[in-house]
């Protein structure tokens, strides 16, 4: 979708990747921490288009960054625990550290506009 916004596809982008590779894993971590993983990437992306109504966005974004660290930790535990390979641990990385920024951009921007 062209009128997307750039974290909305970045994020759908990632679950695309990444879902496919976590229902692979081992069945002691796929139900642990792979469904949590899963869970945090479709609830992440559902507030970023709940976000994108909304008019006071601030409410929804701020704590989204929250929700990205924890990602980041349970991908370390994924690399950790040998579940995943370092070029895709190192790639999952990128792509959430993608989607940081673009937060990061987008609660700055609505907190100009609230001080404005």
Not at 13 to 41: A, E, Q
Not at 46 to 61: F, V, W
Not at 88 to 110: M, P, T, V
Request: net charge positive; proline share 3%; aromatic share 10%.
């Amino acid at each position: 979708m062209s009128s997307e916004l750039p974290i909305i596809q970045k994020t759908y982008d990632l679950i695309c990747w990444y879902v496919p590779i976590l229902n692979r894993l081992p069945r002691d971590h796929k139900f642990m921490l792979g469904n949590r993983i899963i869970t945090n990437l479709y609830e992440l992306l559902e507030a970023l288009i709940q976000a994108r109504y909304q008019a006071n966005k601030l409410d929804r974004l701020e704590p989204l960054n929250a929700q990205l660290d924890l990602l980041r930790y349970q991908t370390r535990l994924l690399h950790d625990f040998n579940l995943i390979k370092t070029d895709r641990y190192e790639y999952a990385g990128q792509l959430i550290n993608a989607i940081g920024s673009e937060l990061g951009g987008w609660i700055k921007h609505q907190r100009r506009q609230v001080t404005a």
